[in-house]
């Protein structure tokens, strides 16, 4: 199992940035792909970003190409979510989440989640 906590949400002006942190314990981190997703209220979680066990590939959702950036660094059981140019559609609790096998972008193929950090990003 793995125990994952993000922080790094908060209020930012449309187009500040923002970088999420997602610190993981528990098993090898490397043998995770992790993954970020958001999510608003009453809404499906979407899918924003993933990278691969050690940082090989990266995927992104169309909405956050060339803005957002996702990284890793297995030394420190962290990955992050480097946010650009926001904009205020941007706003929703967003997610880290970790499986062993999955790439893709579908959530519930994800088994490990934190609790969510808020972004908040005004007009």
């Known amino acids: 199992q793995v125990q994952l906590v993000e922080s790094g949400g908060g209020l930012v002006q449309a187009g500040g940035s923002l970088r999420l942190s997602c610190v993981a314990s528990?098993?090898?981190?490397?043998?995770?792909?992790m993954g970020w997703f958001r999510q608003a209220p009453g809404k499906e979680r979407e899918f924003v970003a993933a990278?691969?066990?050690?940082?090989?590939?990266?995927y992104y959702a169309d909405s956050v190409k060339g803005r957002f950036t996702i990284s890793r660094d297995n030394a420190k059981n962290t990955v992050y979510l480097q946010m650009n140019s926001l904009k205020p559609e941007d706003t929703d609790v967003y997610y880290c989440?970790?499986?062993?096998?999955?790439?893709?972008?579908?959530?519930?193929?994800?088994?490990?989640w934190g609790q969510g950090t808020q972004v908040t990003v005004s007009s």
């Open positions: 989440a970790a499986d062993p096998n999955y790439t893709g972008s579908y959530y519930a193929e994800y088994d490990y």
């Open positions: 528990g098993r090898t981190f490397s043998s995770y792909v």
């Open positions: 990278i691969t066990w050690r940082g090989g590939r990266t």
